[in-house]
Structure formats: C-alpha cells, structure tokens
C-alpha cells in the first residue's frame, strides 16, 4: 500500500503565494511521474504540472511562470510552489505519483486525499 498526503492548501489573497507538499509513504521502491492536478465542483480534474523522474517539468499555459514543481526523491515528496495566486486557481489540488512498490513491478499510479485552495480577497 501507498499512501499520499498533501499539505500546506488554505486561503490566500490575490497575488499570493503557497507551497503545497505531498509526502508518500509505505512499500515504496521507485517513483516515476509525480504530478499535481486540481478540480473545481462540476469539472474535470486538470493537471497543474508534472516532473519526470530526472526532474524535468512541465506545465500548461495558465501557470507557467507562476508555479514551480520540484521533488525530493530521498524523501519520496513532491512540492508545488504557486506565486501570484489568481482567484482562477481556487480549487482541491491532488498529487499524483507512479509507484513501484517493489523491483521487477509494474508501476501503480496513486492519488492523494486533496488539499483545498482558495484565492480571495
């Protein structure tokens, strides 16, 4: 079993910054793709960023230049740091991870719980 848990959401002005966390933890042999998405009531969850095992990122046109993705691989967490916070980023965010849970395995893709943002004066 793997488990996900994401940490530092909450309630920040326009033009604000957060840094989420996402730590993973249990039977843990390799992590691939790491990711961070987000969902607003009645859509689709949407990705936010990703990064590759070798750390390469990449992020879609509403958050390039404002958020950056890093991991921690001998923490096996994951860090979404968001800068000039717009009221549109209000939304859960989840982390995502590719997991193999031992070698010669098959990765298992992994979800955390959600953590709430909201951007508001």
């Known amino acids: 079993q793997v488990q996900l848990v994401e940490s530092g959401g909450g309630l920040v002005q326009p033009g604000g910054s957060l840094t989420l966390s996402c730590a993973a933890s249990g039977s843990i042999f390799k992590i691939y793709l790491m990711g961070w998405y987000r969902q607003t009531p009645g859509n689709q969850r949407e990705l936010v960023a990703s990064?590759?095992?070798?750390?390469?990122?990449n992020y879609p046109d509403s958050v390039r230049g404002r958020f950056t993705i890093s991991r921690d691989n001998a923490k096996n967490t994951l860090y979404l740091q968001m800068n000039n916070l717009k009221p549109e980023d209000t939304a859960v965010y989840y982390c995502?991870?590719?997991?193999?849970?031992?070698?010669?395995?098959?990765?298992?893709?992994?979800w955390g719980q959600g953590t709430q943002v909201t951007v508001s004066a």
């Open positions: 990064i590759s095992t070798f750390g390469v990122p």
């Open positions: 995502n991870m590719d997991v193999v849970q031992s070698w010669g395995t098959s990765p298992v893709n992994s």
